[in-house]
């Protein structure tokens, strides 16, 4: 953990699922600063969900996966900068809008797929670039003062697009 | 991952003894579920009181078992359900798959006939 300006600047590495655990705690501790504890849950859940998603996708012998958290005038601002695999903009855009099964159709569950799409509910806006070989997220989540007053899914943004 | 097991009236309760079950114990969560029923838990009640958070990758695994293994969810009732646990419950809407209930006592006399 390194503190410049007024940022804080966390380092895991993409081989190591452990170091996730930490780094939510870490990082769900931060936002209480301004959030209150579900508030901070919450960016701890979103956080998570985006680094495990990070690990999933690293190449082998990448470098560490970077976050900067930071406060803004309407809440935090968190980066993630990793060297995996390029993300479709398709199934970021997609996340979420086709969430959609039979809670009595058990055979059919979902298992998996959830991460995005948990990470645009629980988030306020998320953007994602793919540049120079690394991927470029960057996620805000509002105080309650200035959020929407409804409860709607984060505005995506996807460089280039 | 530490699994604990105990019994009430015959029910099998297994507590997941973890504050942040992640990716990582997913697998071992699933395993030890999956050789419990196997032995005979079934119904098996999950205890979560000392689950304080779960990503997505827990429930995935929680899913897993219940797809798999106990097919009604009534024979894999949750109890002690944290608050972060409930809202990832809702916002994934598996909250209206699992049976939650406040207890153990409670998810035990669910079961009784």
């Known amino acids: 953990m390194k503190i410049v300006g007024s940022r804080i600047e966390l380092r895991i590495p993409g081989n190591h699922p452990e170091s996730v655990r930490l780094l939510g705690v870490c990082l769900r501790n931060l936002s209480l600063s301004v959030f209150d504890p579900q508030g901070a849950a919450e960016i701890e859940l979103a956080m998570v969900e985006a680094v495990n998603n990070s690990i999933l996708h690293a190449k082998p012998g990448a470098s560490d996966i970077q976050l900067t958290f930071s406060l803004s005038p309407r809440g935090v601002e968190i980066d993630l900068q990793d060297e995996g695999q390029p993300l479709d903009p398709r199934i970021l855009e997609a996340a979420g809008q086709r969430w959609d099964f039979d809670p009595s159709d058990i055979q059919n569950l979902p298992e998996g797929g959830m991460g995005l799409m948990l990470i645009k509910k629980l988030m306020n806006e998320v953007s994602y670039r793919h540049e120079n070989g690394r991927n470029w997220w960057s996620f805000s989540k509002f105080h309650p003062s200035a959020a929407p007053t409804q409860a709607q899914d984060a505005r995506t943004t996807i460089a280039g697009r | ?113």
Not at chain 2, 76 to 94: D, E, H, I, Q
Request: aromatic share 6%; hydrophobic share 45%.
């Open chain 2, 1 to 113: 991952m530490n699994l604990l097991d105990s019994t009430i009236n015959g029910i099998p309760i297994l507590t997941i003894d973890a504050p942040r079950p992640d990716n990582a114990s997913a697998e071992d969560f699933k395993l030890g579920v999956t050789n419990r029923f196997r032995q005979g838990a079934d119904p098996l009640i999950l205890d979560m009181n000392r689950v304080i958070f779960m990503d997505s990758s827990g429930l995935g695994a929680l899913v897993g078992c219940l797809k798999l293994l106990f097919k009604d969810p009534k024979r894999l009732p949750l109890c002690n359900v944290a608050p972060a646990v409930l809202s990832l419950l809702k916002l994934t809407r598996m909250d209206q798959v699992f049976l939650v209930y406040p207890s153990v006592q409670a998810a035990v006399e669910a079961l009784q006939p």
